[in-house]
Nanobody, 127 residues
Framework: VQLQAYGGGLVQAGESLRVSCVAS????????IGWFRQAPGKEREFVAA????????FYGDSVKGRFTISRDNAKSTVNLQMNDLKHDDTGVYFC?????????????????????WGQGTQVTVSS
């Protein structure tokens, strides 16, 4: 499975931005697709995740109510709509995929559960 993230950019606080992740090279129906972000000097942080087949979604506490994750099965794409962006949302955003085997009994918000990673896309929010 290959993942490619795109759509980052520079926005002002309060504005919106959408980043997307295109998946290819395999069957995605059993995957969980997650978004993580990493700011300079900080650990990688869980942002959101969605089950490809179920559509069940999960969010990190810092983005609940502002971000929405969705999938477009026809385009093999997972989108992350980010509204009311804050300076603290700045970072490199990575999309990743976890399999049922890699998740096991673990949590969708744990980065080590994800086995496929795309390159990141930079999101910068000016205050």
């Amino acid at each position: 499975v290959q993942l490619q993230a795109y759509g980052g950019g520079l926005v002002q606080a309060g504005e919106s931005l959408r980043v997307s992740c295109v998946a290819s090279g395999g069957s995605f129906s059993t995957l969980v697709i997650g978004w993580f972000r990493q700011a300079p000097g900080k650990e990688r942080e869980f942002v959101a995740a969605v089950g490809w087949r179920t559509g069940n979604d999960f969010y990190g506490d810092s983005v609940k109510g502002r971000f929405t994750i969705s999938r477009d099965n026809a385009k093999s794409t997972v989108n992350l709509q980010m509204n009311d962006l804050k300076h603290d949302d700045t970072g490199v955003y990575f999309c990743a995929a976890a399999t049922p085997e890699s998740i096991g009994g673990g949590s969708v918000w744990a980065a080590h559960q994800y086995v496929y990673w795309g390159q990141g896309t930079q999101v910068t929010v000016s205050s």
